[in-house]
């Protein structure tokens, strides 16, 4: 079986652009925990100091009352069955889940990918610059190296055949959606035949971002909105932070 360009994007885009559906967790965990607000007033001890607030508005495309709306997100998320300040895995699984029991290839990725320090929980700091990466303003190329660090599950420098086909099952299995062997295979064909220009079996850095630039479309689901404005999304929201932006 064989696919056009024009037919396998149309295939991919149906399965929430296969390449890039980080999109809707990053989207369900902002949703999700936002609901959990109300009005009251955390003690001093719970806040986030100025100086903290405004170093990573200035490491990110955040204002500092964003970062602020964001650590109340986080402290929801970090406390829900640990409550020692860091999002663990169980906590993002069960966020995102309903359960923090069972194994998800995605889910595991994402989380490695926000966990920069690579200590096995997610801290503030990380959980900022990672959905920094979402904003509208945030640099192309920022998109498009943390899109290939997703798929390069071996950290080899690559994106391999047999990477991109476990990460496409483990997809479609979430989102209930079912593909036969031979077209699951048809879409790797037409991948790799895109966008290994070199032939040689696997995708490199240099042929991803040639390839995404070549369809820019693979990096729509990279950008959610409303993160030019968080505080629009808590509007129940108090901040603690007296702080023009």
Known sequence: MSLSSSSFF???ERICAAFIPIIAVVEALILTMSRCFDC???SEKGRRCLSELSRLASETRFSTNEVEALY???KKLSSSIIDDGSIHKEELQL????SPYGENLFLDRVFDLFDERKNGVIEF???VHALSIFHPHAPTEEKIDFAFKLY???QTGFIEREEVKQM???ILMESDTRLSDELLEAILDQTFAD???DKDGRISKEEWKAFVSKHPSLLKNMTLPYLKDVTTIFSSFVFNTEVED
Do not use: N, Y
């Open 10 to 12: 149309t295939v991919s």
């Open 40 to 42: 009251r007033h955390e």
């Open 72 to 74: 109340e997100l986080f």
């Open 95 to 98: 966020a995102l889940l309903r």
């Open 125 to 127: 700091d990380e959980f």
């Open 152 to 154: 390069d599950l071996r």
């Open 168 to 170: 496409l099952i483990a």
């Open 195 to 197: 966008a290994d220009a």
